[in-house]
């Protein structure tokens, strides 16, 4: 039999990766796929011409939309990223009724909903497994292997680059755009690092989850997105000595009044698998309703791991392109017609708890005035702490662990607290998951 014709669309880190994998791998991907695949056509603006494998493809030019319209081409594979020309380069393969798989977070989150339509038009498949977390298969998880189950929460590290920048920091003392630019050497980080840093490469990541565990179509624009650039190393010290670890986290989570979809910094208990997640490496926690809490772990970034997703997908295609279109897997895991409206909430509907950090004068009384203002919000602290008073200094730093509450109350309490005569600048708020089963 012919072997399926691949068109490649980028040949950088995850390019390249794919086309060693693909490669290298061939007896063995082809005895799972059932046929034998070969990269006919790429297009790259630029490539290392000693990437190995490069002499297996049919043809290497420069323009991605002829390959596109390659009526040779049977699986387009995206791995150029960003958003534009990506959509137009996806939704023209879909059109000319090609399969896609794709490596691109930012194009799913934004336009997902607009290119699975188009692909449910065309009868054709868009896999994305390499989108979210790289080499671990969680998308794979939690739309074939959770299926059984309501999933209630996620919780996950799922941008490598902020883990290693948190991890480095804490446990070598080394500097931010130190280690930043070693993530971008090593081929982790964003082609815009701020993406990693501002937590939006996560917050795509998020919202496809979200949608993967809820049933919801995909909605980037409501995920709450904080990222890591305001974590300072005394709040990583004070959080040790409390038991805690700061961690970058996306959270999707199902409640009675909607649906949770947040990324932020979060302290999490010292004792859980996730606080141990150091380096690169991704991990997600499932809580399902019937399996209980399942953990993923995993590199989530770098060429040879992305790969691993990216082959699988095309394996799955290749599996697919003999089956009939209305009983394959649904993209976003449930039927496109069962897609639910549940609200996705606005962060002053989350209930969180919190670990705050003031900095104010060493005199009495102002504890007092500080808990009154918790206090007549409702919120209960459940541990204080205070700092020595650096020499000649009239401030001391008050850490505050607290229960859980609304956001909108926490914001109005740390309001009234800026405004307090005996408290200095702004007060550092992160928030606290304890991420019990
Ligand atoms: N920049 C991403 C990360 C790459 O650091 O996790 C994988 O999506």
């Not at 607009?114 to 896999?127: L, N, P, Q």
């Not at 791991?305 to 599996?319: G, H, L």
């Not at 392109?321 to 895991?333: C, G, K, Q």
């Not at 950090?357 to 102002?366: E, K, N, Q, T, Y």
Request: no cysteine; proline share 5%; glycine share 10%.
């Amino acid at each position: 039999m012919e072997p399926i014709k691949i068109g490649l669309l980028g040949l950088g880190t995850v390019g390249g990766g794919t086309v060693q994998v693909l490669t290298r791998n061939l007896a063995e991907i082809t005895r799972r796929a059932g046929r034998s695949l070969q990269i006919a056509h790429a297009a790259a603006r630029d490539y290392d011409p000693n990437l190995p494998g490069l002499d297996q493809i049919g043809r290497i030019g420069k323009d991605a939309f002829a390959v596109v319209e390659d009526p040779q081409v049977h699986i387009v594979v995206e791995l150029i990223g960003g958003y534009s020309p990506a959509r137009e380069l996806v939704l023209r393969a879909i059109e000319n009724g090609k399969h896609v798989v794709t490596a691109n977070k930012a194009l799913i989150a934004l336009h997902g909903n607009e290119i699975f339509a188009a692909a449910r038009e065309k009868g054709v498949v868009v896999a994305f497994e390499a989108a979210v977390a790289g080499g671990i298969p969680l998308i794979k998880a939690l739309r074939e292997g959770l299926a059984a189950n309501h999933i209630q929460w996620i919780a996950g590290i799922i941008n490598g680059t902020g883990n290693f920048i948190l991890s480095e920091m804490r446990d070598r003392g080394r500097d931010f755009e130190e280690v930043l630019a070693e993530a971008q050497a090593l081929g982790y980080a964003e082609a815009d690092p701020t993406f990693d840093v501002e937590g939006i490469d996560a917050a795509h990541k998020l919202t496809i989850l979200g949608s993967l565990a809820f049933g919801i179509p995909l909605q980037f624009q409501k995920t709450f997105t904080e990222g890591i650039g305001k974590i300072q190393s005394q709040d990583v010290a004070y959080a040790a000595e409390l038991g805690y670890r700061i961690k970058h986290l996306g959270i999707a989570r199902r409640t009675e009044r909607g649906i949770e979809l947040r990324v932020h910094p979060t302290l999490i208990p010292q004792r859980r698998l996730l606080a141990n997640v150091d380096g690169v490496m991704n991990a997600v926690l499932v809580q399902g309703d019937a399996v209980g809490p399942t953990l993923y772990y995993g590199a989530g970034a770098g060429a040879l791991p992305t790969a691993s997703a990216v082959v699988a997908d095309i394996v799955d295609v290749a599996r697919v392109l003999t089956t009939d279109a209305e009983n394959r897997v649904p993209h976003l895991a449930f039927q496109p017609d069962e897609l639910a409206d549940l609200p996705v909430l606005p962060m002053e509907a989350v209930e969180t708890a919190y670990y705050l950090r003031i900095s104010a004068l060493d005199r009495p009384g102002v504890m007092a005035e500080i808990a009154g203002i918790l206090g007549a919000e409702g919120i209960s602290i459940e541990a204080i702490q205070q700092k020595e008073p650096q020499a000649g200094e009239s401030h001391v730093p008050l850490i505050l662990l607290t229960h859980r509450v609304l956001e909108a109350k926490m914001n109005r309490a740390i309001q009234d607290i800026e405004a307090l005569g005996s408290v200095r600048g702004s007060v550092v708020r992160i928030r606290m998951e304890p991420l019990a089963g």
